[in-house]
């Protein structure tokens, strides 16, 4: 049973919006949704975390509905050091768990 | 501060050889968790400790694993009798658990360290 599922792969260009959506139906009250970035050879790198509804900080957005069973993250004017893999992390039974990922590639 | 520090960074070991690989966690922070990462993967949890107690162990730690956290600061992950499926990039990351009613996750990860086994 798949605790979170996201796109496997996005394409982008420089300058615009990319959105990401994380589904996570299993989602216990008491989980925030953390999203993390990661490039090759290196450990994932803390982006956003929030709870319920908006949350912005100085590198992007984070979307959550009301039933908190999905969320989007938002990275405005992507650029090209932006391509990376991005994991929407939520905790299931106190031990966190990492899906797949989505592997966002950013174009000239 | 310089964040979460793992040594080595690379590894080649043979087949049957012991390794060990250190994590050094952010001063403050009194979780330090240990995953394993494939190509193509995210992240797999193998261990948890807050402070030197290790609270949480995954199936996926066989009994040729074993991790400390001696007087709750730097941790180690052995491996013993390496095989070729636990060539992976070994990660720690450490955070501060507050014991708020609201749990968080705001890991930070260190860069990992590479085993090939050969």
């Known amino acids: 049973l798949a605790k979170t599922t996201q796109p496997i792969s996005m394409d982008s260009y420089e300058g615009q919006e990319v959105n990401i959506t994380c589904s996570h139906n299993n989602i216990a009250t008491n989980d925030y949704i953390t999203w993390y970035q990661q490039f090759p050879s290196q450990g994932p790198r803390f982006i956003i975390q929030g709870y319920k509804t908006k949350v912005t900080n100085e590198v992007a957005s984070l979307f959550i509905p009301a039933d908190r069973k999905s969320s989007t993250l938002s990275l405005p004017r992507v650029s090209l050091s932006d391509t990376a893999v991005y994991y929407c992390l939520v905790a299931f039974s106190y031990i966190p768990t990492f899906g797949r990922g989505t592997s966002l590639i950013v174009h000239p | 501060d310089t964040g979460v520090s793992q040594n080595p960074r690379h590894k080649i070991t043979k087949r049957g050889q012991n390794v060990t690989f250190r994590c050094d966690p952010i001063s403050e922070h009194n979780r330090l968790y240990w995953y394993r990462q494939t190509l193509g993967q995210g992240p797999e949890f193998l261990t948890y400790f807050q402070n030197e107690a290790q609270l949480e162990k995954s199936r996926l730690l066989s009994d040729r694993f074993s991790a400390e956290r001696p007087k709750g600061s730097f941790s180690t992950l052995e491996i013993q009798r390496t095989e070729q499926g636990d060539s992976a990039m070994y990660l720690c990351?450490?955070?501060?658990?507050?014991?708020?009613?609201?749990?968080?996750?705001?890991?930070?990860f260190g860069s990992g360290t590479r085993l090939t086994v050969v």
């Open positions: 990351a450490s955070s501060l658990w507050e014991g708020r009613d609201v749990t968080n996750y705001g890991y930070t």
